[in-house]
């Protein structure tokens, strides 16, 4: 009788620590929405004023706001206001506008933080997504947080991987922008 009342008090253990188990283990969640863009950036490098959408604002001492400085743009603050298309393509139907700031803050690495916006004004989608994060530049893929929204994407919150589509010197590059919401209102 003793037997039978351990072994059925060990399965009842063993099915709580199980259930316990289960809860406490992540769950893997699935995106509210998904969404790809990509932003198109110009910097102004001295020549292209009439095309330029972005420009360095702050250099350090030893650089300018024409021309990125040495040592990974170390100190360089540059701010933007970039077109957003649905494909890779410049000539694209923007259906909105990137526009923030990025600074290259770390001398021994090619590395930037960013801070920007999407701003939507297509007829398909109105209001802004806020993103903030690291940006390491040699890495394939990199992830930034999507720290709020408004309108369509009211307090949303998620990630955005970015990586980097094209890079034509210092003065053009495209992003590919993959957002995936986690918070969807």
């Not at 709580?16 to 102004?44: N, Q, T, W």
Request: hydrophobic fraction near 45%; charge should be neutral; proline fraction near 3%.
């Amino acid at each position: 009788m003793a037997a039978a009342v351990a072994a059925v008090l060990i399965g009842v253990l063993l099915i709580i620590g199980s259930s316990a188990a289960a809860e406490a283990a992540p769950r893997r969640r699935r995106p509210c929405k998904r969404m790809v863009f990509y932003f198109h950036d110009i910097l102004y490098n001295g020549k292209n004023a009439g095309n330029a959408t972005a420009a360095i604002v702050a250099a350090p001492a030893w650089g300018n706001t024409t021309i990125l400085s040495g040592q990974n743009h170390f100190g360089d603050v540059v701010v933007f206001d970039d077109p957003i298309t649905r494909d890779n393509n410049l000539h694209s139907p923007a259906v909105g506008r990137a526009q923030g700031m990025y600074l290259y803050d770390k001398k021994e690495i090619f590395t930037a933080w960013l801070g920007f916006s999407f701003v939507f004004n297509s007829t398909e989608l109105k209001g802004s997504l806020t993103f903030a994060g690291a940006d390491p530049l040699m890495n394939k893929t990199r992830d930034v947080s999507v720290i709020g929204g408004t309108g369509d994407f009211f307090m949303a919150r998620g990630i955005a991987t970015l990586s980097t589509d094209a890079f034509e010197g210092e003065v053009y590059f495209r992003l590919c922008t993959d957002i995936k919401l986690y918070e969807c209102w």
